[in-house]
């Protein structure tokens, strides 16, 4: 089984930065794809960022030019760097991930098999 360990979030200020990283662990495979969830109350769990094991990413509209997804796969980490953050971006984040190759990691949340248990990430007006 793979477990994701995800670390980073807080509280911030409109206009302000984080930067979350998922550190995954157990079964490795050359080929993968990942990505960033996140899911506010109320609301439905919603894709973010993805990333693939060639590097090929791909990004909510909601989030383009101001979050951008990274990995080292040395470390096995991923990252999310958020910048510009709003009020909206309030959320429990998660990785997840699946083994397999896919040209464009998809922001679907079935798609997904592993998944971590969240870091909060609260953003004031």
């Known amino acids: 089984a793979q477990v994701q360990e995800e670390s980073g979030g807080g509280s911030v200020q409109a206009g302000g930065s984080l930067r979350l990283s998922c550190a995954v662990f157990?079964?490795?495979?050359?080929?993968?794809?990942m990505a960033w969830f996140r899911q506010a109350p109320g609301k439905e769990r919603e894709g973010v960022a993805g990333?693939?094991?060639?590097?090929?990413?791909s990004y909510a509209d909601s989030v383009k030019g101001r979050f951008t997804v990274s990995q080292d796969t040395a470390k096995r980490t991923l990252y999310l760097q958020m910048n510009s953050l709003k009020a909206e971006d309030t959320a429990m984040y998660y990785c997840a991930e699946r083994l397999g190759w896919v040209r464009v990691p998809p922001l679907t949340t079935p798609l997904y098999n592993y998944w971590g248990q969240g870091t909060q990430v609260t953003v004031s007006p």
């Open positions: 990333i693939n094991s060639d590097g090929s990413t």
């Open positions: 157990g079964v490795t495979s050359p080929n993968y794809f």
